[in-house]
């Protein structure tokens, strides 16, 4: 995925911390798309090529990761509010788009690496709008300010910078500013061994490991 530093101080190859851009430390790019290219897997944009731009770490998530993650969510995707965080490349979020969820909201810190994905995105539009939209932001300052919608996002894509102890923060905040519906899907990835912290309400559905990161899919349940 990528990653940068988020919240005050870093943001991912997703959003406020280095993004999945600056601090991916470790994360080799896998796309077979090649160099400064991201090639969508799957959906209505299948093999459709896309511009990466040259940033520090940043590095699109690859593909026999997005395909896992995507094969775990199965039918969880069309129509589904997405909330891409540390979003970086946006690879993870236009996975979900091309699966026809029904908004996918993209927050990624670094302003250029922004305006790339908002590029990205105005090609697949072509002729048509796309229910998209991206935030300049850090993902923590944002999930901590920002309204989130009525009945929350239904599948939440989180990979923040390794080594930056954002995960449990963006975790908490998603609980307890309401960002989630009851049954949200959370999609966390954190660097090998790592333990994160999430809440007690989010029970582990499916997990596997690819080179120095650790992916995580967790449904949520109402609190008791």
């Known amino acids: 995925m990528k990653k940068r530093a988020t919240s005050k101080g870093p943001t991912r190859g997703k959003s ?15 796309s077979t798309g090649g160099a400064g290219r991201l090639r969508i897997i ?4 299948k093999r459709r090529l896309l511009t ?27 129509g589904a509010r997405v909330l891409d965080l540390f979003a970086g490349s946006g690879a993870l979020g236009l996975e979900a788009l091309s699966r026809e969820a029904a908004h996918v909201t993209f927050v990624e810190r670094d302003s250029r690496v922004a305006r790339a994905l908002q590029a990205n995105l105005a090609t697949l ?11 300049s932001n850090e993902t923590i300052h944002w999930l901590d300010t920002a ?11 989180l990979d923040p910078p390794f ?10 905040l998603l609980e307890s500013r ?18 994160p912290v999430v809440p007690a309400n989010w029970q582990l559905h499916r997990e596997s490991r690819a080179g120095d990161s650790h992916g995580r899919l967790y449904q ?3 609190p008791a």
């Not at 990466?52 to 069309?78: F, K, M």
């Not at 539009?125 to 935030?135: C, G, K, R, Y």
Request: glycine share 10%; with cysteine; aromatic share 6%.
């Open 42 to 45: 799957g959906g209505r944009f």
């Open 125 to 135: 539009a072509s002729d048509e709008s796309l229910p998209a939209s991206v935030m």
């Open 52 to 78: 990466v731009i040259d940033a520090p770490g940043l590095r699109p998530t690859p593909d026999r990761v997005r395909e896992t993650l995507y094969n775990w969510l199965g039918v969880h995707v069309g």
């Open 16 to 30: 406020s911390a280095p993004s999945r851009s600056d601090m991916q430390s470790g994360k080799q790019s896998q």
């Open 147 to 157: 309204q989130p919608p009525q009945g929350g996002m239904d599948l939440v894509l």
């Open 163 to 172: 080594r930056l102890d954002l995960a449990a923060p963006s975790c908490a």
């Open 220 to 222: 949520r349940h109402p």
């Open 178 to 195: 309401h960002w989630l519906s009851d049954s949200a899907m959370i999609y966390l990835e954190v660097e090998a061994g790592l333990d």
